[in-house]
């Protein structure tokens, strides 16, 4: 079983940061592409960044230039760091990952329970 634990959520006003991480455990075998969703109400889950396991990144044109995704492959963590805040990046975000597991051939997408982000105008 794998789980995906995010931390870092929370309130804050605009024009400031936050920093989510999602740690994998379980039985991994390997981790390919992890990610950072988001869901406001009311609306679809859109992806914010994403970041292949070579380190390839790519991010969601209302982020760029603010918001910077990063991994370290040794704690099996993936980072988002959100800068210059605004009200509409207020969501649910969510932590996603395609990892393989011990014993498969092939890797699942797996997601975090989600934290939230509330950015105060």
């Known amino acids: 079983q794998v ?3 995010e931390s870092g959520g929370g309130l804050v006003q605009a024009g400031g940061s936050l920093r989510l991480s999602c ?6 075998f390997s981790i390919n592409a992890m990610g950072w969703y988001r869901q406001a ?3 679809q889950r859109e ?6 396991g070579g380190g390839d990144r790519n991010y969601a044109d209302s982020v760029k230039g603010r918001f910077t995704i990063s991994r ?5 963590t ?3 760091q959100m ?3 605004k009200p509409e990046d207020t969501a649910v975000y969510y932590c996603n990952a395609v990892i393989r597991t011990t014993g498969s051939v092939r890797g699942n997408d797996y997601w975090g329970q989600g934290t939230q982000v509330t950015v105060s105008s």
């Open 83 to 85: 800068n210059s805040l």
């Open 72 to 76: 370290d492959n040794a704690k099996s």
């Open 3 to 5: 789980q995906l634990v």
């Open 41 to 43: 109400p009311g609306k």
């Open 78 to 80: 993936v980072y988002l």
């Open 23 to 28: 740690a994998a455990s379980g039985s991994i």
């Open 47 to 52: 992806l914010v960044a994403a970041i292949t």
